[in-house]
């Protein structure tokens, strides 16, 4: 689904590079997390996958007919005078989708029963599941999450991993995610992708938690 | 009142204004960029002085040059990612530079001045016309853009992924302001123009509503200030602007005051 080759990249276009010789494949149906300490590239690596930029060198490779894409909450304006419904049907339009049935479309993160209330209004749980929403309009084949827990709280979050997970097991969706959220990276991701010092690797999340995880039980990327 | 000809001139400007300062006062408000529906309003001062200067139509001059300092903001945003309130300031300083070196040199042959405050004496045929055709043109982009413009504002990233061609909007965008400025410059006047792109979707987003419900809240305020301001100047012998922007301040204060002790 994503074939990334050799991807060197660094804001000035010379070394060091940020990102270095990155090399991934993501397969059909995968869930993937990239993980890793802040500043390690990551986010980098997703607007570098959404084509937002340019590799120095290298190639990024996307074999999808339509991508869902859920941004953090605070890249967006959560303060904007805006209903669910108007979100869900002023993208449905974008899309030049024919027929948009809001209803259905937020009941698939079960946000149905929200349609009439301002985003402003949501939790950070509920903003969460309808940007989810959002992201499915158009059946893409690929999602891509970046940090889809940020500033959710736990219950919440247990309710979105739930979503994704669904997603992922039984409508075989591909899911790429960014993760701060190292506990759900380790439980619901098929594989996990470290980012340190520019260079990434791809680990069972096994292997993840045997060589990330401290005596204490807390994590450290 | 209505019996003079240059009232139902002014009443049918009125109504353009009123439709039209919401439609590009509402996207401009909500993406913090209200200071350059104020930029464009000194540049249209320049493209009035411009077309006096060369005989055609103020109107005509005033939305081509804005639409120029419009895009140019928009091109310029590029190379000052950092300091974009830089480049108000210079598009500012060009502008107000062109329009004063042209009014204080003598040359014009006609008086800039009622563009400054507003003047409803003054609105000819020819500018009805270009106001019509300029406003049935701006009102079918808004209505053909209008959820992309939402998206533009609401969640940038989220059009792009959607194939939303983002520079493309922005500049008919830019241009839609310019038309909107331009036709609002005769009649209120290019000091107040801001306040009539601001206050109104000011007023109507504290009631709390959705997008459509915010923008046609935003017309009623739009109109009734408008319309207040055009009535009251009539008998006062005063320029409307100023007491258009006055009865949308006095609006906006009311809508304040009601929702506080609603919320309360």
Partial sequence: ?221 | MLDYTFMQHALLISICIAILCPCIGIFLVLKRYSMIGDTLAHASLAGVTLGLFFGASPIVSAFIFTSVAGVSIEFLRQYFRKYTDLILAIVLSVSVGIAITLITSGVLHANASAYLFGSILTVSNVDLAVTAALSLAAVATFIIFYHQLIYLAYDETAARIAGVHVKTINYIFSILVAAAIAISIRSVGMLVISSLIALPVASALQLRKGFKATFIASVGYSFFAILSGLVISYYAGAAPGGITALVAAGALLVTMLFTHSRNR
């Fill in chain 1, 1 to 221: 689904m994503i074939t990334i080759t050799d991807l060197n990249f660094s804001y000035t276009g010379k070394k060091p590079y940020l990102l270095s010789e990155i090399n991934l494949n993501v397969p059909q149906g995968a869930y993937i997390s990239i993980v890793g300490n802040n500043g390690c590239g990551k986010s980098t690596l997703l607007r570098l996958i959404l084509k937002f930029m340019l590799p120095t060198h290298g190639s990024i490779r996307i074999n999808a007919s339509r991508i869902g894409y859920v941004p953090q909450k605070k890249d967006t304006d959560s303060a904007f005078p805006i209903t669910v419904k108007e979100v869900i049907h002023s993208y449905g339009r974008i899309l030049h989708l024919h027929s948009i049935d809001v209803r259905s479309i937020l009941s698939v993160t079960g946000m149905e029963s929200q349609a009439e209330e301002l985003v402003g209004n949501l939790s950070g749980g509920q903003y969460q599941r309808m940007l989810i929403a959002r992201a499915l309009m158009g059946n893409p084949d690929l999602l891509i999450l970046d940090e889809p827990s940020t500033g959710v709280d736990v219950s919440s979050q247990k309710e979105i991993y739930a979503v994704l997970h669904r997603l992922n097991t039984e409508q075989r969706l591909t899911i790429l995610a960014v993760e701060h959220n190292l506990y759900a990276a380790a439980r619901y991701s098929s594989m996990l992708y470290h980012i340190a010092n520019g260079h990434g690797h791809l680990c069972t999340p096994q292997h993840y938690l045997d060589e990330y995880m401290t005596r204490e039980g807390s994590f450290h990327a």
